[in-house]
Structures are given as structure tokens and as C-alpha cells.
């Protein structure tokens, strides 16, 4: 009849009577274990070369960050530049630049005047 503690029946003792006719199909002589250890020897320095390599190249980021943070800040200020050079080329900015140039700073009558430079404000009480 139907036993339900037989070990037979249970999934994990199946597995690991495969693993055993697996093991034993294996081919056995003295060249098995040397192709064991040489396997494990393989995997273990490919995964001491991955390492080094990672690190290599965490370094070399780390290294490289200021170099491209310069670089940008570099190009940033000349992206400012460009764009307050074109802010300043409008109508007005060009007439004055025309005018100083063309007329010696002395405009003509009847053109606009646009007043650049420092300026004070200067005292009423001193004047009256």
C-alpha cells in the first residue's frame, strides 16, 4: 500500500539520488580531480581579475571627476558669454555702437540718446 514517510516519495531525496548516479557516472582517474582543481582555480582568479578591474576603473572615475567638472564649468561660462554677447546686440546697443564709431561720440541732433557709463546724483542743498 501507499506509505506517506517513505523517502522515496519525497522530492529532495529524488534530487539527491540524481546528483549520486550523476557523481558516479562522472569519469574518475587521476586527471578528475586535476581538472577540478584547475576549474576552481580558473573561476577563482577570474573573479579576483574582475575585482581589480572594478576597482581600477572606480578609481579612475573618481580620478577623472575633476577634470570634466572643470571642463563644464569652462564651457558653461563660455555658453553665459555667447549668450550675454547676443543679449546685448539688440537695436539700441547697436545704434550707440554705430554712432560712437562712426560719429566720435558726438551724436547728431534729433537721434536718440542712450546714456551709458557711471552716474551721481548730486546734492540740491549744496546748489540752492
Known sequence: MFDR???RRNAAWQAAQQWRTRANQAPRGPLGGLK????WLLFGLLLIVGTVLGLFFLLLGWAML???RYRMKKRLEQIRAEQAKD???G???SETRYR?????G???PGEHELLEGDYQV???ERNG
Open 5 to 7: 514517510n517513505d523517502p
Open 36 to 39: 577540478l582543481i584547475l576549474t
Open 66 to 68: 575633476p577634470i570634466v
Open 87 to 89: 543679449a546685448g546686440s
Open 91 to 93: 537695436y539700441h546697443y
Open 100 to 104: 560712437e564709431t562712426h560719429h566720435r
Open 106 to 108: 558726438r551724436p547728431s
Open 122 to 124: 548730486r546734492d540740491d
